[in-house]
């Protein structure tokens, strides 16, 4: 059974970046999608950008395309999401999941990390 560690979230002020990263262990099927949802407080938890295992087709939410990256180091197992021109909108606990689908869906995801929380300041 896989299981998901992210780190890197913090504190940053607006306009700074961040790099979040989710440590898996054990070996996922190479026909898995690995994703990055968030959840503001007091709303529901919303995708951020998907991968496939195999560290292609990324896709992003709109809110996100342009400023955010998705990637994968398969030797070390590793999924990334680059956080760049951070807005006080970006807060939230951020989740890595693993699933089956290449969907956007967090109903597709069987997997879930604890969560790494993201605050950025005005």
């Known amino acids: 059974q896989v299981q998901l560690v992210e780190s890197g979230g913090g504190s940053v002020q607006a306009g700074g970046s961040l790099r979040l990263s989710c440590a898996a262990s054990?070996?996922?099927?190479?026909?898995?999608?690995m994703g990055w949802f968030r959840q503001a407080p007091g709303k529901e938890r919303e995708f951020v950008a998907l991968i496939r295992y195999r560290n292609t087709s990324p896709f992003y939410a709109d809110s996100v395309k342009g400023r955010f990256t998705i990637s994968r180091d398969n030797p070390k197992n590793i999924l990334y999401l680059q956080m760049n021109s951070l807005k006080p909108e970006d807060t939230a606990v951020y989740y890595c999941a693993l699933g089956n689908q290449y969907e956007r869906n967090e109903g597709a995801y069987h997997t879930w990390g604890q969560g790494t929380q993201v605050t950025v300041a005005a």
């Open positions: 054990g070996r996922a099927s190479s026909n898995s999608v």
